[in-house]
């Protein structure tokens, strides 16, 4: 095989054992694999019963997209990620990894995309081990932590080509402080999920945000005085226990498109809450404790075309919101007049 010939598309599935991973070696990587007699621009690896990865194993220099998860893969260092140095995306799930200093995820010049699906992380704390990833743009970590920890702003610091930040813990209590994304000013989507207590100033840095999302049933207190910013085209703030809305709260989200408050205490609001939000098209505040709602709640919401108020103290009918019916084409309203949460 000619040196230009180009494999566009690799895949590789294995489930096996830990002697299969040698006959991959010998029956797909040539002996001349490190003088790139094979090119390959995605690989796909996924191994069930493997337990540790040598320094020589899939060396694929070429290779700009990486798929490899594992649930018996032991802990993953800085020496697997130079084994791809021309990587664009690299996707780890069931994994293990040490954030140290030390242990810093490096050699990726080109990495745009890093993805951590359900890993076990350990030694987060004051971390910098992104720092060298200048082109990352997007970013996925949701972690198994090994105890507490917390993110600081060394870890994101460097990283101010990042658009899309996905961060969620499932074991342990990841906390933030409170300047860990200032130095992200390029930031277009954020979703926080299943972390703790997070500051009010947390996204005062963040002008560009539109999509943002935060749910968290661990999160002691949510700040109501959080500061939104006004680019915000898509809103969740789920299951944070929020009790207290006002119209100070969204005044300034002009943009806002997409609004979901599911999962939380609110049992009343003022008929003005919402009133600034003249660009909404969807609201949703499904179980929470609500029992005296009525149209004039959301009149004022022109481009309103779906709320959701299911899963509530109340008993509506559809009858209950005649202007919104016929002044609207389309008017998807969700209720359950029959539910009775207790």
């Given amino acids: 095989m000619s040196n230009k010939v180009v494999l566009i598309l690799l895949i590789f599935c294995l489930r096996c054992r830990a002697f299969e991973v040698e006959k991959f070696k010998k ?3 040539t002996e001349n694999l490190e003088q790139s007699s094979l090119y390959c621009s995605s690989l796909n690896i996924t191994i069930s019963e493997v337990t540790d990865i040598q320094e020589n194993d899939f060396v694929i220099s070429n290779c700009s997209h990486i798929v490899f998860q594992s649930a018996e893969l032991g802990v993953v260092n800085n020496n697997f990620f130079k084994k791809f140095p021309q990587a664009e995306e690299i996707r780890l799930s069931y994994s293990s990894f040490n954030l140290t200093s030390s242990k810093k995820v490096d050699d990726l010049p080109k990495l745009k995309k890093l993805v951590f699906r359900l890993c076990t992380v350990e030694n987060i704390n004051n971390s910098n081990a992104f720092e060298s990833l200048s082109n990352l743009e997007s970013l996925i970590m949701e972690f198994y932590l090994r105890g507490n920890a917390t993110i600081s702003k060394n870890l994101l610091e460097k990283n101010n080509k990042l658009r899309f930040l996905e961060i969620a813990a499932f074991k342990g209590k990841l906390e933030f402080s409170e300047n860990v994304l200032t130095t992200l ?3 277009k989507e954020l979703n926080i999920r299943f972390v703790g ?9 963040n002008k560009k945000i539109e999509n943002l999302i935060i749910s968290s049933d661990v999160m002691n207190s949510f700040p109501e005085d959080l500061v939104i910013p ?6 969740h703030l789920n299951d944070l226990k929020i009790q207290n809305i006002s119209r100070k709260h969204f005044e300034k989200l002009k943009a806002l498109k997409v609004l979901n408050l599911s999962a939380n ?5 003022d008929t003005n809450t919402f009133i600034d939000l003249e660009n909404l098209t969807s609201l949703t505040m499904s179980s929470n404790k609500l029992s005296d709602v009525t149209e004039e709640h959301f009149i ?3 481009n309103l075309k779906k709320l959701d108020l299911r899963y509530n103290y109340l008993n ?6 005649p202007k919104m019916v016929a002044s ?3 008017f998807n309203l969700l209720i359950d007049p029959q539910y009775t949460l207790y």
């Fill in 27 to 29: 029956e797909y990587c």
């Fill in 185 to 187: 000013e390029n930031l």
């Fill in 197 to 205: 207590n997070i500051s009010s100033n947390l996204l005062k840095n």
């Fill in 230 to 235: 006004e680019t915000v085209k898509l809103l």
């Fill in 265 to 269: 205490h609110i049992n009343s609001f």
């Fill in 300 to 302: 004022h919401l022109k």
């Fill in 316 to 321: 509506l009918k559809v009858d209950d919101f």
């Fill in 328 to 330: 609207r084409d389309y």
